[in-house]
T-cell receptor, first 115, second 112 residues
């Protein structure tokens, strides 16, 4: 069974540009999470989808970040326009049933560098 | 604000040694404590601890949770170079999104 996959693995863009990150969760997992690790800090929650609906987006830093999950399968996280402080590693995770305290399985992350 | 603190931040030992990694938490609506191992890319799941005082084991790794004192430990016995990694501790919440609140991680290096 394939794990959580993310694309691209690394993206280098200039300040002011737009970047879109993609996450494909484990098949059958309705719950999809985005997290971010800024250098030197801990991994922090961004938002949570249940199928195509946003359950909680309390961790989204500002309105330059837009997450979507059309059709309840893969998700995209767009940063527009990117700023220097957006650099970091963006992780995606998925779980089957959080009400049952199911484990979240993580993807390899996308390293975003904003110059 | 919910917080998870891990110690030490970095640890270097020789192969064969036993190590103990610590994780303390202050998480409202706490449900469970998770440990992950991160080598190069994806954090990989190790343990989920929900009940206090019940040890979970997987080979040379074991972990236990103390919900009264709000901490957990991860033990690795007879360490091997392949155990070198960043070990992450995270608390999960009962309500809402069940998001994970992570600690900073402990970077463990095993020297041959």
């Amino acid at each position: 069974e394939a794990g959580v996959t993310q694309f691209p693995s690394h993206s280098v863009i200039e300040k002011g540009q737009t970047v879109t990150l993609r996450c494909d969760p484990i098949s059958g997992h309705d719950n999809l999470y985005w997290y971010r690790r800024v250098m030197g800090k801990e991994i922090k929650f961004l938002l949570h989808f249940v199928k195509e609906s946003k359950q909680d987006e309390s961790g989204m830093p500002n309105n330059r970040f837009l997450a979507e999950r059309t059709g309840g399968t893969y998700s995209t996280l767009k940063v527009q326009p990117a700023e220097l402080e957006d650099s970091g590693v963006y992780f995606c995770a998925s779980s089957q049933d959080p009400e049952a305290a199911d484990t979240q399985y993580f993807g390899p992350g996308t390293r975003l560098t904003v110059l | 604000e919910d917080k998870v603190v891990q110690s030490p931040l970095s640890l270097v030992v020789h192969e064969g040694d036993t190590v103990t990694l610590n994780c303390s938490y202050e998480v409202t609506n706490f449900r469970s404590l998770l440990w992950y191992k991160q080598e190069k890319k994806a954090p990989t799941f190790l343990f989920m601890l929900t009940s206090s005082g019940i040890e979970k084991k997987s080979g040379r790794l074991s972990s236990i949770l103390d919900k009264k004192e709000l901490f957990s430990i991860l033990n690795i016995t007879a360490t091997q170079t392949g155990d070198s990694a960043v070990y992450l501790c995270a608390g999960s919440l009962i309500q809402g999104a069940q998001k994970l609140v992570f600690g900073q991680g402990t970077r463990l290096t095993i020297n041959p």
